[in-house]
Nanobody, 117 residues
Framework: VQLVESGGGLVQPGGSLNLSCTAS????????MSWYRQAPGKAREWVAS????????NYADSVRCRFTSSRDNAKNTVYLQMTSLKFEDTANYYC???????????WGKGTLVTVSS
């Protein structure tokens, strides 16, 4: 099983970034995919989740209306479009896959997003 995040980098406040997470080794189309983040010195926090069909996504209050998650099951990839970025969005961003049925969870190694002027 492998999840690989990409798309992180340095961005100015108010800017945008698009993260991707490509998965392999499990049935992606039947997994609930989520994004988490962990800022330096802080606990990991949930950011967004998107269900198998991609129609329904849920977001943490801190990112709602600024972040959008989507998925392409044909590419085994989940995306996180981030806009209006703030200093406090600086963190390592991780994707997680949770398979329905056995409830197994798989994590990527993260991609760093730094919001700085």
């Amino acid at each position: 099983v492998q999840l690989v995040e990409s798309g992180g980098g340095l961005v100015q406040p108010g800017g945008s970034l698009n993260l991707s997470c490509t998965a392999s080794g499990f049935t992606f189309s039947s997994a609930i995919m989520s994004w988490y983040r962990q800022a330096p010195g802080k606990a990991r926090e949930w950011v967004a989740s998107i269900v198998q069909g991609g129609v329904v996504a849920n977001y943490a209050d801190s990112v709602r209306c600024r972040f959008t998650s989507s998925r392409d099951n044909a590419k085994n990839t989940v995306y996180l479009q981030m806009t209006s970025l703030k200093f406090e969005d600086t963190a390592n961003y991780y994707c997680k896959g949770r398979t329905v049925g056995n409830g197994m969870e798989y994590w990527g190694k993260g991609t760093l997003v730094t919001v700085s002027s």
